[in-house]
C-alpha cells in the first residue's frame, strides 16, 4: 500500500470514530428535552388562539370551538361556536358574563391561590421528570416537523420500572415514538398507543389496549414551538358499564401574541 493510500484509509478512520463519538444518546435526548421543558408552557402564555374539538363517533360528530384568552396570567376557555356555528346572542351574551366573573375572580385572587396554581405546575414536572426512567429509548432516524430537523425516537416500557409520582404509573402501558427537535430539543411531535388497560378518573374510566393518541406542534413566529394538533382514538368503558368508542380531533389556530390589553378584548 502506497503511503498516500495509508494516510486516506487513516483519516477515514478517524473521521468515522469522530462520527461515532458525536452521534446522540437517546436517553441523554430525553432527559435534556424534559429538564428544559418540552412542553413551553410559559412561552404558551404569551399567545391567544382558537382551539376546536370534535369528537366522532359511529357516524356522527359534534364540535364546539374555544377562544383561549388571557386572564390572571392564566389560558382561558371562552366558547365561541358550536358544530361550526357561531353562538346565538344570549348565548354570547352568557359567555361574555362567565368571562367577566372569572376576570374578576383572578383579578381577586390571594397569595395562595397562585401559590396553589405553581403547585400544580411542580407536579406536572415531578410526573415529566419520570418520563426517562419509565422506558428505554432507541434513536430510530432523523426527520423534519415544520421545516425543522428533528430526532425520531422509539420509547418502550421498561421492564420492572416502578413510579414514584403517582400518575407516573401509566408510563408502563404505553409505547410511543417521539420527535424531538434538534436545536430547542422541543418534543414537536408523539405518537402513542396503549398496550394495556389504563384507569382514570377514580376508577370509573377503563381506556381499553389498542386506543392512540396523536400530537403535533409547529412552529410560530420562528420563536416558539406550539400545538397544532391532537387526535386521540379510543375504546373505552364508563363505569363498567356504558362502552365508549370514537375519536377526538382538536385542532389549533389562529396564534396571536398576546397584548397587555387583550385580555378583555
Keep these: 500500500m502506497s503511503p498516500l493510500r495509508a494516510c486516506a484509509g487513516v483519516l477515514l478512520l478517524a473521521l468515522c470514530a469522530g462520527a461515532q463519538d458525536r452521534a446522540p444518546d437517546a436517553i441523554e435526548i430525553v432527559r435534556r428535552s424534559v429538564e428544559r421543558d418540552w412542553t413551553d408552557f410559559e412561552s404558551r402564555k404569551n399567545y391567544t388562539y382558537q382551539e376546536r374539538t370534535e369528537f366522532r363517533q ?36 352568557k359567555q361574555q358574563a362567565k368571562l367577566d366573573q372569572e376576570s374578576v375572580k383572578r383579578e381577586r385572587e390571594s397569595a395562595g391561590a397562585h401559590a396553589r396554581y405553581e403547585r400544580e405546575r411542580d407536579e406536572q414536572r415531578a410526573f415529566l421528570r419520570e418520563i426517562p426512567d419509565a422506558f428505554t429509548f432507541r434513536l430510530v432516524e432523523t426527520s423534519a416537523v415544520s421545516n425543522q430537523p428533528a430526532w425520531v425516537i422509539e420509547a418502550q416500557p421498561k421492564p420492572g420500572y416502578r413510579a414514584v409520582h403517582a400518575r407516573a404509573k401509566d408510563l408502563a402501558k404505553v409505547r410511543a415514538r417521539i420527535w424531538i427537535e434538534q436545536a430547542s430539543y422541543h418534543w414537536v411531535k408523539v405518537e402513542g398507543e396503549a398496550l394495556d388497560t389504563i384507569w382514570s378518573d377514580f376508577g370509573l374510566l377503563r381506556i381499553a389496549r389498542g386506543s392512540t393518541l396523536h400530537f403535533e406542534q409547529t412552529r410560530v413566529n420562528d420563536e416558539v414551538w406550539l400545538p397544532s394538533n391532537i387526535v386521540v382514538r379510543f375504546e373505552a368503558r364508563l363505569a363498567l358499564v356504558k362502552k365508549l368508542r370514537g375519536e377526538f380531533d382538536i385542532r389549533y389556530s389562529n396564534y396571536q401574541k398576546f397584548q397587555a390589553d387583550s385580555e378583555l378584548k
Design 58 to 93: 359511529a357516524g356522527s360528530s359534534k364540535s364546539e370551538t374555544n377562544e383561549i384568552l388571557i386572564l390572571g396570567g392564566r389560558p382561558y376557555e371562552r366558547l365561541i361556536a358550536r358544530n361550526d356555528r357561531p353562538l346565538t346572542p344570549a348565548e354570547t351574551r
